[in-house]
């Protein structure tokens, strides 16, 4: 049946109609290029990498972490973090993505330490305004750097379950876990976000190999592995994740560009998926690839030579992994159950 649609419209059009979420993107790779080339005019500040087209050429991890660090110090007002989020759900609506959890760390943005709530203010005021209008409804997930300590992890998860603030649903932690995972250190902030209510999802598997993915889900709790593509490198981690039903959020252009994989077409995302693992497909960083979700479905269809199947169980797992409420996970569903009787 859709198969039938798919070939009709073609894969392009296809994959911007497939009802999807987004559950892997970071709130610091979607600062739309325009906003930070007008504030960086402002403040006569040159962006570390070329800006070409209108938007940064990012080519290394060096680059992108220069540019990531220069683009979020220059935000620093509370209607730059609206317009980050209003855009952003415009955006993700023209990828037919109609729920995403955007993950933000707040060590990346400079102006806002020691004031969390004012910035998450600022989220949730510019994603309230974008779902009026229609665009794609936002959660957030807080994220802690695997550089923190103890202590600081600690502090920020009381102050969450003390202020509660809108539209933050999960912890999350990222960062380099080339030093190490540390997650022993982190064990105890991800068990009280549990016991307050809070949703949990741990980058792992990308700069860590499978153990770091294995340690995410028994010592962190953690209802999603960012990335995980590394669990490929073992067969018990990979029953684990099948056993579990964990679900990889993965990332194909980001691991191609970062060198995590050669190419897309050596990406193990169907390797996992056809041994039973759930995956979803996200963006990571879209405006600093120059990417967008539904052109990561198409990308990895026209590479694995996917139909309609696969794509839509994909979506199905990328709503299913979703932090949304139980209400909007299941209207999304039945959307994706009408659209693929069409
Ligand atoms: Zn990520």
């Known amino acids: 049946m859709s198969d039938r649609l798919l070939e009709e419209v073609g894969i392009g059009e296809y994959v911007r109609m497939l009802p999807k979420a987004e559950v892997h993107v970071h709130l610091e790779g979607c600062i739309p290029a325009a906003l ?136 999350s932690i990222d960062g380099n876990e080339a030093a190490g995972s540390h997650n022993e250190r982190f064990a105890e902030a991800f068990a009280r976000a549990a016991a307050g209510g809070l949703r949990r999802c741990a980058h792992a598997g990308e700069s860590s190999g499978a153990d770091g993915v294995r340690e995410a889900i028994e010592m962190l709790g953690a209802e999603r592995i960012d990335h995980g593509v590394r669990s490929i490198e073992d067969p018990s981690v990979v029953a684990e994740l099948v056993e579990r039903g964990v679900p990889l959020d993965i990332c194909p252009t980001s691991n191609v560009v970062l060198g995590v994989v050669p190419s897309l077409s050596a990406h193990p995302v169907e390797r996992l998926r056809r041994a039973g693992v759930r995956v979803s497909l996200n963006t990571d960083d879209p405006v600093l690839y120059g990417i967008d979700l ?25 709503i299913e992994a979703s932090f949304a409420t139980e209400e909007l996970k299941a209207a999304i569903s039945r959307r994706l159950d009408d659209f693929l009787a069409r």
């Open 36 to 171: 930070a080339g007008r504030v960086a005019r402002e403040h006569g500040a040159a962006s570390p990498v070329p800006i070409v087209e209108g938007r940064p050429e990012i080519t290394s991890l060096k680059g992108l972490l220069d540019y990531l660090d220069w683009s979020c110090a220059l935000i620093d007002r509370r209607e730059h973090l609206e317009e980050i989020a209003y855009e952003s759900a415009k955006r993700m609506h023209d990828s037919g993505i109609l729920y995403a959890d955007v993950i933000f760390n707040p060590s990346h943005w400079p102006h806002w330490r020691g004031r969390v709530g004012e910035m998450t203010r600022g989220l949730a005021l510019g994603a309230a305004a974008a779902e009026r209008d229609g665009y794609t409804p936002i959660g957030l997930c807080l994220s802690l750097k695997r550089q923190q300590s103890r202590a600081e992890a600690n502090e920020i998860v009381d102050w969450l379950l003390e202020a509660r603030p809108e539209r933050v649903v999960a912890l």
């Open 294 to 318: 539904a052109g990561e479905y198409e990308e990895v269809a026209a590479t694995f030579r996917l139909g309609a199947d696969a794509l839509s169980e994909m979506a199905r797992v990328s």
